[in-house]
């Protein structure tokens, strides 16, 4: 079974250049996350979609970062523009909710640097 | 809001030493779950914990959730150099949606 693919992997850019992240989940899993993880840091939620609906969007800094999850199944997470404190690890889960242990597929990640 | 918080941040053992990293939530937690990332890697899950007082074992591994669903500690025992990573405990919280928020992690490194 195929785990949850994240591209690219690693990202750098300038600071105002705009970057966006894929992320395709495991087969079946309706619940999608995008986290954000510092360096020695536990991840941080940006957005959590259950299907297609976004059930939590409070973290995600919406003046310059935004989400989308077409079809209920591969999701994109866009920054524009991109600023210096933006250099993290942006990682991808996938759940299948609903059942009795809500474990959490993490993808590899995609390591952006903004200079 | 809650916050979920890890002591320690760091612990180097010698390898065969025990070790024990503690997760405390400043709410009531529906439950638990714990994940370890190994250096470079991503957060790989190991267990989930539901009901008060709960006691789990992986061969080393203890886990345990606190009566008042506030807590939970993993104890590894006899460590060895593969359990070397950060263990981050994740407490969910029941909305609509069962809400996890992850703690900041526990580093361990285990020298041979």
């Known amino acids: 079974e195929a785990g949850v693919v994240q591209s690219p992997r690693y990202k750098i850019i300038e600071k105002k250049q705009p970057v966006a992240f894929w992320c395709n989940p495991i087969?079946?899993?309706?619940?999608l996350y995008w986290y954000l993880q510092n360096l020695g840091q536990g991840p941080e939620l940006l957005i959590r979609y259950e299907n297609e609906e976004a059930v939590d969007d409070s973290q995600l800094p919406k003046d310059r970062f935004s989400a989308e999850r077409l079809k209920g199944v591969d999701s994109t997470l866009k920054i524009q523009p991109a600023e210096l404190g933006d250099s993290a690890v942006y990682l991808c889960?996938?759940?299948?909710?609903?059942?009795?242990?809500?474990?959490?597929?993490f993808g590899p990640g995609t390591r952006l640097t903004v200079l | 809001g809650q916050q979920v918080m890890q002591i320690p941040q760091y612990q180097h053992v010698q390898e065969g030493e025990d070790f024990t990293t503690y997760c405390n939530s400043s709410t009531t937690l529906s439950n638990i779950q714990w994940y370890k990332q190994r250096p470079g890697g991503h957060p790989v899950f190991l267990i989930q914990?539901?009901?008060?007082?709960e006691v789990k074992k992986q061969k080393r591994l203890t886990f345990q959730f606190g009566e008042a669903k506030k807590n939970s500690s993993l104890h590894i025992t006899a460590t060895q150099t593969t359990d070397v990573g950060t263990y981050f405990c994740?407490?969910?919280?029941?909305?609509?949606?069962?809400?996890?928020?992850f703690g900041p992690g526990t580093s361990l490194s285990v020298i041979p």
């Open positions: 914990l539901v009901k008060s007082g």
């Open positions: 087969s079946g899993h309706n619940t």
């Open positions: 889960a996938s759940s299948l909710w609903g059942g009795s242990v809500n474990e959490q597929f």
């Open positions: 994740a407490g969910g919280e029941k909305t609509s949606y069962d809400k996890v928020i």
